[in-house]
């Protein structure tokens, strides 16, 4: 990395970067979206895309998302490589069937006969007062579907690597970006980096607990280990950055360092993925810990319209700080 040059970008100019060398590297790789034309997209990821390639690789849709991904299967299918933007993680809802029950099983239906290269952009979580049909972060209900890779970048130069990593996979990939976070600025390559899926990265090394947190929450347990860290508490910080595949042992080496492992999300506590890690870990490293995991995420309620309100509901630095001294005793 310090023999590379840098730039520093925001995470929708990161985005934008990986969709613009992969449509020039290959003529078969095509947007869908609702106004991510003309217009460029809600939050810029696609601006100027559809002026440099045209319209027949960059096209607007229907407001209808079960067509987007249901044109977007079948353009796979048909030896397109489609990457479509659900314009909100809470319309994968409208979408699933052709996620879930077609894109994420054809190859496996088909005995390996067809490859579905196809990558779904949606933004998620909450934090920009949109409320309960607009906030939501469902990562977990489709790390549930065999067939379907998730991918959840923290960082410009994840969500760029990732990304472009995603749209060469011959399987789908869901690509979940976070709404709050698209003018978070990091550095970045200049030069073209591709990142592998299912590796994860430790954002911040420690001793004394290990976190496992991810897309912007993950910044926000960098805040909190930075205030512990003034308390000489070391926090290692762990970014799966894919959640399927999830590269389990990454976080299983942390925790035999540390013996500790706390678990941060966005998404509501109960039923998150958080559970899935804490599960895996103690069945793979119980040994290794010295108490129970502990899990940090949003009570089970809809996100509240009211910015305070919604502030509350979403675990905070000050909040993540708070559990990790009671944790810690």
């Known amino acids: 990395m310090s023999d590379q040059k840098l730039r520093t970008v925001s995470m929708t100019a990161a985005i934008r970067t990986a969709l613009h060398e992969e449509m020039k590297r290959d003529d078969r790789v095509i947007l869908f979206g609702e106004d991510i034309g003309v217009y460029g997209g809600v939050y810029g990821c696609t601006l100027g895309l559809q002026r440099e390639f045209g319209i027949d690789r960059v096209r607007d849709t229907p407001i209808s998302e079960m067509a987007i991904a249901g044109m977007a299967t079948g353009a796979a299918l048909g030896g397109y490589r489609p990457v479509v933007e659900i314009m909100y993680c809470d319309f994968l809802t409208h979408a699933s069937d052709a996620i879930a029950n077609n894109a994420a099983k054809w190859r496996y239906m088909s005995g390996g006969q067809y490859e579905l290269p196809l990558v779904i952009r949606t933004p998620a979580g909450a934090g920009s007062g949109n409320a309960a049909q607009h906030s939501q972060s469902l990562e977990a209900w489709f790390t549930h579907v065999p067939g379907l890779k998730v991918v959840m970048p923290s960082v410009p130069r994840d969500a760029r690597g990732l990304l472009k990593a995603a749209i060469r996979d011959d ?22 980096e591709i990142l592998p899926l299912g590796v994860a990265d430790v954002k911040r090394e420690g001793t004394d607990v290990t976190i496992v947190s991810w897309s912007r929450e993950l910044t926000l347990c960098l805040e909190a280990a930075e205030t512990l860290a003034a308390e000489g508490i070391n926090v290692e910080v762990v970014d799966p950055r894919t959640l399927q595949p999830l590269d389990i042992g990454t976080i299983c080496a942390s925790v035999a360092k540390t013996g500790r492992l706390v678990v941060v999300h966005e998404a509501v506590q109960f039923g998150g993925f958080g559970g899935e890690i804490v599960a895996q870990v103690v069945e793979q490293s119980w040994s290794d810990l010295k108490q129970s995991p502990l899990r940090i995420g949003a009570p089970f309620c809809p996100i509240p319209y009211s910015e305070p309100m919604e502030s509350f509901v979403i675990p905070q630095p000050d909040l993540i700080v708070d559990r990790i001294r009671r944790y810690l005793g």
Do not use: M, S, T
């Not at 399987?171 to 073209?192: M, T």
């Open 171 to 192: 399987n789908p990939v869901l690509f979940i970006e976070h709404k709050h976070h698209y003018d978070f600025k990091g550095e970045i390559p200049a030069e073209e």
